[in-house]
């Protein structure tokens, strides 16, 4: 009976600790552990979000090697887009949406605006987890004018569940041949 009576105080006991708001992290984790991915807080932006506050990737390059060894950074990129037109370029940013059904397409932003990135010939995908971490992605400038039957999203409308997902349209569209996330 005392038995019982014990174990039923302890798991009360227990039961009142885990439903603690003030809970601290479980002293028992090994140093070095990396602590749980926690989703960024709604109505952030994926310019605030941090390595720290979402899932990490077990794989950090996708597609072909990133061979450009200089950046072009994305404001240059938004601000005349057709100087970059049909040219390779290499931009980064932090990713803002990802296709959720197979990781074909994602977008990048930072304060200036962001670009649609359509993985090239689907020959590669991104993972669907990716949304705010940090990328370095290589391919070429869509140029404005190209046929809208060849852009992406004129017949899955992903440009269409990109703005869903960010709230906004996406100025410029990169063919990528290569993805590298840096966090």
Same mark, same amino acid.
């Given at each position: 009976?005392?038995?019982?009576?014990?174990?039923?105080?302890?798991?009360? @006991?227990?039961?009142?600790?885990?439903?603690?708001?003030?809970?601290?992290?479980?002293?028992?984790? =090994? =140093?070095?552990?990396?602590?749980?991915? /926690?989703?960024?807080?709604? %109505?952030?932006?994926?310019?605030?979000? $941090?390595?720290? +506050?979402?899932?990490?990737?077990?794989?950090?390059?996708? %597609?072909?090697?990133?061979? &450009?060894?200089?950046? /072009?950074?994305? =404001?240059?990129?938004?601000?005349?887009?057709?100087?970059?037109?049909?040219?390779? @370029?290499?931009? &980064?940013?932090?990713? +803002?949406? @990802?296709?959720? $059904?197979? %990781?074909?397409? #994602?977008?990048?932003?930072?304060?200036?605006?962001?670009?649609?990135?359509? #993985?090239?010939g689907h020959s590669f995908f991104v993972p669907k987890d990716a949304s705010g971490h940090r990328a370095v992605v290589q391919g070429t400038m869509v140029a404005a004018d190209a046929d809208p039957g060849a852009a992406c999203g004129a017949k899955d409308n992903c440009r269409g569940e990109a703005e869903k997902q960010t709230g906004?349209?996406?100025?410029? &569209?990169?063919?990528?041949?290569?993805?590298?996330?840096?966090?």
């Amino acid at each position: 009976m005392r038995a019982k009576l014990i174990a039923s105080l302890s798991f009360l @006991v227990l039961a009142q600790i885990g439903c603690s708001p003030e809970r601290k992290p479980d002293a028992a984790a =090994p =140093p070095g552990a990396p602590a749980a991915p /926690t989703a960024p807080a709604e %109505g952030a932006s994926p310019m605030q979000a $941090s390595a720290a +506050s979402i899932a990490r990737l077990e794989k950090k390059q996708f %597609g072909a090697p990133i061979t &450009e060894t200089s950046t /072009t950074p994305l =404001p240059q990129l938004l601000q005349d887009p057709s100087k970059f037109s049909g040219k390779t @370029v290499r931009t &980064e940013g932090v990713v +803002s949406a @990802v296709c959720r $059904s197979m %990781g074909c397409w #994602m977008e990048i932003a930072d304060e200036s605006g962001s670009a649609h990135i359509k #993985m090239a010939g689907h020959s590669f995908f991104v993972p669907k987890d990716a949304s705010g971490h940090r990328a370095v992605v290589q391919g070429t400038m869509v140029a404005a004018d190209a046929d809208p039957g060849a852009a992406c999203g004129a017949k899955d409308n992903c440009r269409g569940e990109a703005e869903k997902q960010t709230g906004q349209v996406a100025k410029i &569209e990169l063919e990528a041949t290569g993805v590298q996330f840096l966090d």
